[in-house]
């Protein structure tokens, strides 16, 4: 069975027709990217997925359970977690402290230290962790947040546009941290822009256009299709 599973997914704004019976499976354990033009819908299909958004019909299906009904928090306990594009970290407070607030009540006392610190080093900011989460640069803002989203240990993990505003080293080390911590378990959904990170990351993609699924496959097998380079240049239809 899928991990995550939607099926039939529709979502109406007044006659604006946004999300068009999307019909999407994810496996446990692959990284798949999500990707389509500007309007194509990705960002209302990731807040169904979190429940952002309730449906207009359809259903959402998360570890053999529909969740259909359920509010953010209650998928998050169920094991998702999410990174959105702008970071929600906490500015006026350490990078420590940050992790601290994320963590508190994941892990107990005497090993939340040392969980915050192998989480600093893997996301390359033990030299920072006592400055200003403010002050740090984009890209450790994003590092950050990905580190609060993965302190909840989750099955799945949403990354919405991970690398937007990443320098191209930034956006490689992004990479590698999903392609660990998927290796270490963890399925992840991602909408990105950046086709050098759907390269360097994805098992799959899926291409949405005008709301609906209209290419699945491997990145080389994307990357081929003459249609959706007509897509991204504007001349394709519905």
Not at 50 to 56: F, I, K, Q, T
Not at 178 to 184: G, R
Not at 214 to 229: C, H, L, S, Y
Request: aromatic share 6%; with cysteine.
């Amino acid at each position: 069975m899928p991990l995550l599973e939607t099926r039939g997914l529709n979502k109406h704004f007044g006659g604006l027709h946004v999300t068009a019976d999307v019909n999407l499976a994810l496996d446990e354990g692959e990284i798949h990217c999500l990707i389509g033009p500007n309007g194509a819908g990705k960002s209302t299909l990731f807040r169904l997925i979190l429940g952002e958004y309730s449906p207009s019909s359809g259903h959402i299906v998360f570890a053999d359970e529909d969740i259909t009904a359920l509010k953010p928090f209650q998928r998050i306990r169920r094991g998702m977690s999410v990174k959105f594009q702008v970071p929600g970290i906490f500015k006026a407070l350490s990078v420590r402290q940050n992790l601290e607030i994320a963590m508190q009540h994941s892990y107990p006392p005497a090993t939340l230290g040392r969980e915050i610190d192998e989480l600093l080093q893997f996301l390359k900011l033990t030299a920072e962790a006592g400055q200003l989460a403010g002050n740090l640069s984009h890209g450790q803002k994003q590092w950050l947040e990905i580190g609060m989203a993965i302190s909840l240990k989750p099955r799945l993990l949403l990354l919405d546009e991970p690398t937007a505003g990443m320098s191209p080293e930034e956006t490689h080390a992004t990479g590698d941290m999903v392609k660990s911590l998927n290796a270490q378990g963890v399925t992840v959904l991602a909408v990105e822009h950046d086709m050098n990170f759907v390269r360097q990351v994805a098992q799959r993609v899926t291409v949405l256009h005008l709301g609906r699924v209209f290419a699945q496959g491997t990145i080389d097998e994307i990357v081929a299709d003459e249609r959706i380079a007509a897509i991204y240049l504007g001349q394709a239809h519905a």
